[in-house]
């Protein structure tokens, strides 16, 4: 049974879970991230990759973010107002490699009006990006400002 994207807090349910598409880490676009936001060895060269912790050339973290943004947009999540931020914690138990193809999974684990502000609420994911391997590459808890629809 398909359900409409929330568009609202009162849309959100707990457990509710979202998939999003996937999406192929490449060298170069590994590289090309690395060159204008992350210059580390480990992400530009895989030569000099070797010798470090990662063992290989290894995908900025932040760079796995912005993918899991771009897979979260996606991923059946119509917020009004677009995906706003309201703080997350993010962790990167394993490296993203190049050819890895990711996938989010996301659960709301959390839902709360504001009582400081009645337009709006909070609704809190619980999102793992996963490899083809279904290892998890970075585990993300967010918080997400969902406005209150007016009825």
Known sequence: ?????????QDFALGQTF????????????????????????????????DTLFAGLAASGWHT????????VGSGLA????????????RWPRPTRPGDVLRVISEVTDIKTSPARPARGLVT????????HGDIVQLMTSRLSVPVRVE
């Open 65 to 72: 973010a912005s993918v899991t943004m771009r897979l979260l």
């Open 19 to 50: 998939v999003s598409t996937q999406y192929e880490m490449t060298s170069e676009a590994i590289k090309a991230f690395a060159a204008q936001f992350d210059p580390q060895p480990f992400h530009l060269d895989e030569a000099a990759a070797v």
């Open 1 to 9: 049974m398909s359900h409409p994207a929330p568009t609202h807090l």
């Open 125 to 132: 994911l619980k999102s793992e990006t996963r490899n083809q």
């Open 79 to 90: 917020v009004e107002g677009g995906l706003v931020g309201a703080g997350a914690e993010l």
